[in-house]
T-cell receptor
C-alpha cells in the first residue's frame, strides 16, 4: 500500500481566516514533504520533515506554518493568506530522504483564497 | 543547479499511436530519475523510475532508459490509449541539502489522446 491521504480535498478561505491542511501516511515513512503547485506548473517544494524534524524550509513565507506531530501526520497551518497563495497543495512521503528513495504523493488539497 | 528540461507540450495523438516525451537533465553526479503522471484534478502518481545508468524503468506499457551519455530519460509507449491523457513530469533527485534531497521537476508535458 503506497497511499498518502490529504484532507480536505477543497478549501475556500478568506484572507483573515486560519485553516489547516492535513496529510497522513501509514507506510512507516520517516520523511514527509509539502509542495505547492500552481496551474500548469510543476510542484514546488515548500518543506521537508525528516524523523519529525524540519529539515528544509524553501524560504516559504511565515503565513505557512508546518507541523509534524508524529511520524504519520503532517499539517500545514495557514494564516493571513493572499489570493496568490491559491494553488494545489501536495503532500508526499518517502521512507527516508536519501537518493534512492521514491516519493509518494497524496491527491492534494485545492485551496482558493478570496 | 540541477535542472530538468522536457519537450514542450501540449502533445495530441490518436489512439494506438506511438509516444515519445523527451526529457534531458543537468545534474552533479548520477541522480535517480523519475516519471510522474498527473491525471486531471488529481495528485502525482509515480509512473516509473531508474536509479543508475542504463537502468530501464517500465510500468503500464511505458518505458524510459537512463542514458548517462546523453543525460536523457525519454518516456516511450508503443500504443497509447485515451486513458493515458494526463500531464507527465520528468524529475530527478537533487544533491544533498541540509541532510535531505529534493525532487527537481521539469515543466510537465500535457498529453491528449483522441479516440
Amino acid at each position: 500500500d503506497t497511499e498518502v491521504t490529504q484532507t480536505p480535498k477543497h478549501l475556500v478561505m478568506g484572507m483573515t481566516n486560519k485553516k489547516s491542511l492535513k496529510c497522513e501516511q501509514h507506510m512507516g515513512h520517516r520523511a514527509m514533504y509539502w509542495y505547492k503547485q500552481k496551474a500548469k506548473k510543476p510542484p514546488e517544494l515548500m518543506f521537508v520533515y525528516s524523523y519529525e524534524k524540519l529539515s528544509i524550509n524553501e524560504s516559504v513565507p511565515s503565513r505557512f506554518s508546518p507541523e509534524c506531530p508524529n511520524s504519520s501526520l503532517l499539517n500545514l497551518h495557514l494564516h493571513a493568506l493572499q489570493p496568490e497563495d491559491s494553488a494545489l497543495y501536495l503532500c508526499a512521503s518517502s521512507q527516508r530522504v536519501r537518493a534512492q528513495e521514491t516519493q509518494y504523493f497524496g491527491p492534494g488539497t485545492r485551496l482558493l483564497v478570496l | 543547479g540541477d535542472s530538468v528540461t522536457q519537450m514542450e507540450g501540449p502533445v495530441t495523438l490518436s489512439e494506438e499511436a506511438c509516444l515519445t516525451i523527451n526529457c534531458t537533465y543537468t545534474a552533479t553526479g548520477y541522480p535517480s530519475l523519475f516519471w510522474y503522471v498527473q491525471y486531471p484534478g488529481e495528485g502525482l502518481q509515480l509512473l516509473l523510475k531508474a536509479t543508475k545508468a542504463d537502468d530501464k524503468g517500465s510500468n503500464k506499457g511505458f518505458e524510459a532508459t537512463y542514458r548517462k551519455e546523453t543525460t536523457s530519460f525519454h518516456l516511450e509507449k508503443g500504443s497509447v490509449q485515451v486513458s493515458d491523457s494526463a500531464v507527465y513530469f520528468c524529475a530527478l533527485k537533487s544533491e544533498l541539502i541540509q541532510g535531505a534531497q529534493k525532487l527537481v521537476f521539469g515543466q510537465g508535458t500535457r498529453l491528449t489522446i483522441n479516440p
